[in-house]
């Protein structure tokens, strides 16, 4: 029997043995089976859950792996490549890039344009509709195959159908309002199913309402839209305020891919925070369908089951990483199972035809306050452990005067300054998707565990930021872990540097591999049953951003990931060379803004003006800048731009300025290498480091 035979044989093997639970349909269109030759979603298939039945590249040869070709990219991207019949395509920075996936070079560009302006590279001029104004890049979070199209969303909020074999335009549709609402737009990619598109509107932020879009493929004509915040009259408008009209700019952006299951003839998706983020005074209730999972009806979006898992949100800790679909086992018989990782990396595992729990999920009392209207429960998995270290690990961690809040769900109180908590102000396990093996039964996933402080800067609500760093606090640590749905427990984990951590994210492949990209550049392979590193090649690009794909080509498996601003795709026998890292080298700690003069409080704007417009805020008790970098030798002034008296005063005794009234100055000349810590003795929570370098 030969090999292509034989591999055709074990796809088909896995797919009966391991299939995502809907039967495998021969149609060309159909995301039912699992990918092999093809990766045609940024999620391999409709169940987004990024595995491979490809086994060509396996544990028993992964080492002789190498770059069979590097491509520079108009722009960075965090976007998965999609793949078909050899022709390989993501968006950049500015442009829809489409290249043969077995040599990298380009087949066609689409460039994003103002109307009247750009087009395909070498072909007519293409203008978008007169009617929409702003940008009209792009998202970089990926594409989508069907229909011989090729489906991309935009910054501006519309959706794109490209010619697959040209790159020729062919419809261009927004999902927002007409005219265009500042801060409309597609942050992922488009849902491809049964000639339908759907794609979600990511303005939570910009104090609108999120919702999902449905297009009919062929034309663009829109086909139906569901609000992630009920209108009045509508269920679960009940959960927000009767005496304001809060709900009408109440968030749930959604940001993420949707999952399909069109045998169930349903679509999922996750919706973001609550807005204001921090003012949750104006907005009492639960708040739905915020930080929820919804079950939508591909043919009219109507809302068939959902499951909040942050009531009230507080902390952005809603689920922040892509949905999967796959097979869970229970008392013996096969149930369809929808897999939600919260921001704070807890599992969260569904039935996906009910919407109800597969495992039991308690609701525990969490630290209460008053003023924000903080919900007295949140849901917790029972004895389920989070991907993240939980609170034992910082215990012994946090210095004094600090306070640890444990209960999970410390609500960022106003000028609260000395409560702090593990994932304090945003838990982060976030874009990044996870990976289901079919193989080992075992969910991947990353993230990172910090401590921060637990408090709001101003009383204005619409204020969405927390303040700057607290540089005393531990250093935050990413980790690398699988999870056993069965159990929800880890099966393995690694711990590695925050900073180096990326955001990749895991692929699996039959061949018994799990891959990531690291922040260092290096692009890895892990067994997946245990986690060994088995490969590692450096690209040279720090900040890895794309999750992988695979695929095969005239015989041949590759595997190609987005690091930066380049494109790498790897096979057997690859000759092209690793790259010198281009990293800094050294501690962590030595990371800073090259400053010789430091404020006592800074200027704050909000993070997203939106529809309420710049917000400006005084933090009276934050360093400007928190983290410097300077030369020894150099002289540093600190200046009072704050209202009251400061006293400033190294932590090992070496300096103090004395009482500092307003617009007063002091100096202080570093002469010695090194990295050290300061503070205010009246307001101690006021820390900022100081890395002198030779």
């Known amino acids: 029997m030969d090999r292509r035979r034989a591999g055709v044989l074990l796809g088909v093997l896995l797919l009966l043995t391991f299939s995502s639970g809907v039967a495998v349909q021969q149609a060309a269109n159909d995301g039912r089976a699992l990918p092999g030759k093809d990766w045609p979603l940024v999620g391999g298939d409709w169940t987004s859950a990024r595995y491979s039945t490809l086994d060509q590249i396996n544990t028993t040869n992964v080492k002789t792996l190498g770059a069979a070709w590097n491509k520079r990219l108009g722009g960075s991207t965090r976007a998965t490549p999609v793949v078909k019949n050899g022709l390989l395509v993501l968006p950049t920075g500015e442009s829809v890039l489409a290249v043969n996936g077995k040599t990298g070079d380009t087949v066609w560009t ?8 750009g087009g395909v590279d070498g072909g007519p001029q293409r203008s978008f509709m007169e009617s929409i104004a702003g940008e009209t890049q792009p998202n970089v979070a990926g594409a989508a195959f069907g229909e011989g199209l090729v489906f991309v969303g935009l910054r501006d909020g519309q959706v794109v159908a490209l010619r697959e074999a040209t790159g020729e335009m062919v419809w261009a549709t927004p999902a927002g309002d007409l005219p265009r609402k500042k801060g409309e737009s597609i942050a992922a990619a488009p849902t491809y199913a049964d000639g339908i598109v759907m794609v979600g509107l990511a303005n939570g932020d910009w104090a609108l309402r999120g919702r999902v879009v449905a297009f009919d493929a062929r034309s663009g004509k829109k086909l139906w839209t569901f609000f992630s915040v009920p209108s009045p009259g509508e269920p679960g408008h009940e959960t927000w305020p009767k005496d304001n009209d809060s709900w009408s700019s109440g968030g749930a952006g959604v940001w993420l891919v949707g999952v399909v299951d069109p045998d169930l003839g349903l679509a999922y998706f996750q919706t973001g ?22 079950a939508l009806e591909i043919k009219t979006g109507k809302l068939r089951w959902h499951y909040q898992v942050v009531r009230h949100d507080l902390w952005d800790a809603d689920i922040a990483t892509p949905l999967l679909l796959y097979d869970a086992q229970q008392a013996g018989s096969r149930r369809k199972a929808l897999a939600a990782m919260r921001a704070d990396g807890y599992l969260f595992l569904f039935d996906r035809e009910t919407g109800r729990p597969l495992s039991p999920i308690e609701d525990r009392k969490v630290t209460q306050d008053k003023f924000l209207n903080t919900a007295a429960t949140q849901p917790f998995p029972v004895g389920a452990e989070s991907l993240l270290p939980d609170c034992r690990y910082w215990k012994d961690k ?32 976030r874009i990044t998707p996870m990976s289901y093996s079919p193989q080992t039964g075992y969910i991947y996933a990353q993230g990172v565990g910090h401590v921060g402080r637990a408090r709001r800067v101003t009383e204005d609500p619409w204020f969405q930021d927390a303040g700057g760093p607290t540089v005393s606090l531990p250093e935050p640590v990413g980790i690398v872990a699988a999870m056993d749905p069965r159990t929800n427990k880890i099966a393995w984990k690694k711990e590695v540097p925050a900073a180096t951590l990326g955001t990749s994210g895991p692929l699996t492949t039959a061949g018994g591999l799990m891959f990531r990209g690291s922040g260092d550049g290096r692009f890895e392979a892990f067994d997946a049953k245990n986690g060994d590193l088995l490969w590692e090649f450096q690209t040279g690009i720090r900040s890895a951003r794309g999750p992988a794909a695979t695929y095969l080509v005239d015989g041949e498996q590759y595997v190609a990931v987005a690091m930066g601003s380049d494109l790498w795709a790897f096979k057997r026998g690859g000759t092209i060379p690793q790259q010198a890292a281009r990293v800094p080298q050294g501690p962590l700690a030595s990371a800073g803004v090259p400053a010789e003069e430091i404020e006592t409080a800074t200027l704050m704007t909000v993070s997203f003006g939106g529809a309420v417009g710049r917000r400006y805020a005084i933090d009276e008790h934050a360093f400007n800048p928190a983290r410097v970098r300077v030369k ?33 100055s002091f100096y202080v000349q570093l002469n010695t290498p090194g990295t050290f ?8 929570w006021a820390i900022g480091q100081l890395t002198v370098e030779p």
């Open 273 to 294: 925070n609550a807005v204001p983020m921090y003012g949750g005074e104006i907005r009492k209730g639960d708040n739905l369908y915020t930080a929820s999972v919804v």
């Open 110 to 117: 689409w460039r994003s344009a103002k109307p009247g302006q």
């Open 677 to 684: 810590l300061y503070h205010c003795t009246e307001h101690p």
């Open 632 to 664: 020894a030798g150099t002289r540093v002034m600190f200046v009072n731009n704050g209202r009251i008296r400061h006293t400033l005063a190294a932590r090992d005794g070496s300096w103090n300025s004395g009482a500092l009234p307003p617009a007063k």
């Open 398 to 429: 946090v210095p004094a005067p600090f306070v640890l809040d444990c209960s999970g769900f410390a609500p960022p109180t106003l000028n609260q300054h000395l409560v702090v908590a593990p994932g304090a102000p945003i838990p982060r396990v």
